[in-house]
């Protein structure tokens, strides 16, 4: 059977929030080791099994990212045709709710965070890979069904034309209070983007938990005019094309726009300090394709398949402490200042802090 994949993008699903849940959860450290070593990893070798011929994927991950996947997967894979669909972890997850009844889906990978605690236990096969010991403490399941893969660090993608032609330098979240830059940062909706809500967890980790300074940077910062796009996507495309001068957003939103040798933008890590989310994925309830499911969850999880996927894309951060691989278009750990986020906090405060967010920003637009 030939080799291939088809990638539909939905253009309806179903918005919805995703809500914050309970559940104990690791405090957040320095990611360690750093990616280091062989660029040309090999992908695993094929495991003797037959995982059958049909995996539906839903992803929230980039193109870059996809790509990188199924190219290894099919590797090992090659008669297992994979159909993925993309969307928001909002969109995603109110569909697999959905769907419940008659699953579609067989993986949902991207847009599950160490912070969303046990919010979709309902939706998702509470099972975990024999890697989980070889995962970096910290980013250990803390549901027993989050599989977590990677990390989402915390930058600004910022558009160097627009940078000088506005005479400003931006390294941290104080520049965004400028008055030239008014109009011109977008962010994502905290609400509905996982990616927004592990940026608002950012700004909670630099100037404290729910603090008045946190709120005060916060509100300054929507009096700038910020721009609340529909999806986290356009937080660093946008700014590729000129749109915005600043993108709120995440370490691989920005590194395949360098990967992809763009010269207009720079990535920034907040000077005041960044923390990562581990982000992952998990087996959908009642899954059609639960062995070519769970086949996916292991590449993604165990060190071989990490080195592989690592190596191919040079833009994520993995969680499998015995990984090692390049990730040219990224700084090395250490030359990062790290804040110190503390994830059980933020997974059982997040509806909370929603809520003062949305009061917050209406009261400044009406």
């Known amino acids: 059977m030939k080799k291939f994949f088809a990638i539909l993008l939905t253009l309806s699903l179903m918005a919805s929030m995703a809500a914050c849940g309970g559940g104990n959860t690791p405090s957040s450290t320095t990611p360690d080791p750093a990616p280091s070593a062989s660029p ?8 003797p099994v037959d995982i059958g011929d049909s995996l539906v994927l839903y992803s929230s991950m980039t193109e870059n990212d996809l790509n990188g996947l199924l190219e290894v997967f099919n590797e090992m894979y090659p008669d297992c045709e994979v159909e993925v669909v993309n969307g928001s972890a909002g969109e995603l997850t109110a569909r697999i709710t959905a769907e419940a009844g008659n699953p579609q889906g067989d993986i949902m990978w991207g847009a599950l965070s160490n912070s969303d605690g046990d919010t979709h236990k309902d939706i998702f096969e509470h099972w975990t890979t024999e890697y989980e010991p070889e995962i970096i403490e910290a980013y250990r399941s803390n549901n027993g069904f989050y599989n977590l893969d990677h990390l989402s660090t915390c930058v600004f993608c910022v558009n ?13 979240y104080a520049d965004l209070l400028d008055p030239k830059l008014e109009g011109k940062i ?10 927004a809500w592990n940026n608002v967890c950012n700004m909670m980790a630099v100037y404290g938990n729910d603090s008045d300074e946190v709120w005060d940077f916060i509100e300054k ?35 395949p726009l360098l990967k992809s040798g763009a ?21 959908i309830k009642g899954a059609p394709h639960p062995e070519a499911a769970k086949a996916m969850v292991n590449l993604l999880m165990s ?14 951060r993995m969680t499998n402490s015995k990984a090692t691989f390049e990730t040219p278009y990224l700084p090395k750990n250490e030359e990062i200042k790290w804040a110190d986020r503390d994830v059980a ?22």
């Open 160 to 172: 160097t034309d627009l940078e000088k032609e506005l005479g400003i330098t931006i390294n941290g």
């Open 345 to 366: 906090w933020c997974t059982e405060n997040k509806a909370a802090v929603l809520e003062k967010w949305n009061a917050l920003w209406a009261s400044i637009n009406g």
């Open 40 to 47: 040309d990893a090999p992908a695993p070798e094929a495991e």
């Open 263 to 283: 010269t207009n933008v720079r990535m920034v890590y907040p000077a005041e300090g960044t923390s990562a989310s581990a982000f992952g994925c998990a087996v």
């Open 186 to 195: 977008v962010f994502s909706d905290p609400n509905s983007s996982s990616a």
């Open 221 to 255: 910062l929507m009096k700038n005019k910020l721009t609340i796009s529909t999806s986290s996507s356009v937080c660093f495309k946008s700014v590729l094309e000129g749109e915005y001068a600043v993108g709120i957003t995440y370490e691989d939103g920005v590194a």
């Open 303 to 316: 060190a071989e398949g990490q080195n592989a996927i690592g190596s191919k894309l040079g833009t994520l």
